[in-house]
Nanobody, 120 residues
Framework: QVQLVESGGGVVQPGGSLRLACAAS????????LGWHRQPPGKQRELVAR??????IYGDFVKGRFTISRDSAKNTVYLQMNSLKPDDTAVYYC???????????????WGQGTQVTVSS
């Protein structure tokens, strides 16, 4: 069973940076990263960034601070986060569509989440 594995979370001071990564646990026939969401404490999950055709869409709160990117050769999607604020504290999740093997259908997967804490 293929999984999405996130990494790069942690504790950072306000104004700092983190780079999250999300990779498939095994080589897949097709890998299409969809984006990143987050769930702040006590709040609903919200969109952080996603791919939409040839463009990237960001949540209103991002305001140019985050960048989503992907490495197709590595089946990996990244989220570079700069100028972090305490309000960015949340569990961050990636999701992707995957075809595991030739002849199978697309299936959507979510990672287990990685904690980001912004605190002085």
């Amino acid at each position: 069973q293929v999984q999405l594995v996130e990494s790069g979370g942690g504790v950072v001071q306000p104004g700092g940076s983190l780079r999250l990564a999300c990779a498939a646990s095994e080589r897949a026939f097709m890998f299409e990263p969809l984006g990143w969401h987050r769930q702040p404490p006590g709040k609903q999950r919200e969109l952080v960034a996603r791919f939409s055709g040839g463009t990237r869409i960001y949540g209103d709160f991002v305001k140019g601070r985050f960048t989503i990117s992907r490495d197709s050769a590595k089946n990996t999607v990244y989220l570079q986060m700069n100028s972090l604020k305490p309000d960015d504290t949340a569990v961050y999740y990636c999701n992707a569509r995957i075809i595991r093997r030739l002849g199978e259908n697309w299936a959507e997967y979510w990672g287990q989440g990685t904690q980001v804490t912004v605190s002085s």
